[in-house]
């Protein structure tokens, strides 16, 4: 069992009681009511999966409690090498627990060679990445 993000290290995964997929790293928002945790590894995808031949076409899922951000960093090579398209679930109030903001999300997304976003549920229309903001919860489809 691993956890990924931007770093290779030991960590806590904070699991609350109720709901057990609100699980996450960050105390703000997995450890807001009551919860257990558990030592997990965290590694760089970039690191995990070295070697590995992704043939064919790649599609990334994130529903990651606020590590969106750290995930992305930590596969930011493997992303670059086979752009894509990523699936996230983009929480404001998780991404504030883990310490990031749109803006972080917004220059890590175009650095990695991605420009615009869709709406899980109304696919016809493309966004600029500069764009992105959120007050509410949503289902983007990030595409190169």
Same mark, same amino acid.
């Given at each position: 069992?691993?956890?990924?993000?931007?770093?290779?290290? &030991?960590?806590? #995964? !904070?699991?609350?009681?109720?709901?057990?997929?609100?699980?996450?790293?960050?105390?703000?928002? %997995?450890?807001?009511?009551?919860?257990? $945790?558990?030592?997990?590894?965290?590694?760089?995808? /970039?690191? @995990?999966?070295?070697?590995?031949?992704?043939?064919?076409?790649?599609?990334?899922?994130?529903? *990651?409690?606020? %590590?969106?951000?750290?995930?992305?960093?930590?596969?930011?090579?493997? *992303?670059?090498?086979?752009?894509?398209?990523? #699936?996230? &679930?983009?929480?404001?109030?998780? #991404?504030?627990?883990?310490?990031? $903001?749109? &803006? /972080?999300?917004?220059? #890590?997304?175009?650095? !990695?060679? @991605?420009?615009?976003?869709?709406?899980? &549920?109304?696919? %016809?229309?493309? @966004?600029?990445?500069? %764009?992105?903001?959120?007050?509410?919860?949503?289902?983007?489809?990030?595409?190169?």
């Amino acid at each position: 069992q691993i956890a990924l993000g931007d770093v290779n290290e &030991e960590v806590e #995964l !904070i699991i609350p009681d109720a709901y057990s997929g609100r699980a996450g790293l960050f105390s703000d928002f %997995s450890g807001a009511s009551d919860h257990h $945790s558990n030592k997990v590894y965290l590694r760089r995808f /970039d690191d @995990y999966m070295h070697g590995v031949d992704f043939t064919g076409k790649v599609f990334i899922k994130l529903d *990651i409690e606020g %590590s969106e951000y750290k995930f992305l960093r930590g596969a930011s090579k493997i *992303i670059r090498h086979k752009t894509p398209y990523i #699936l996230m &679930e983009v929480n404001p109030v998780a #991404l504030r627990a883990s310490d990031t $903001s749109f &803006e /972080d999300l917004k220059i #890590l997304l175009s650095n !990695i060679g @991605y420009k615009n976003y869709i709406y899980v &549920e109304d696919t %016809s229309k493309k @966004y600029p990445i500069d %764009s992105l903001s959120f007050k509410n919860q949503r289902n983007i489809v990030v595409v190169p």
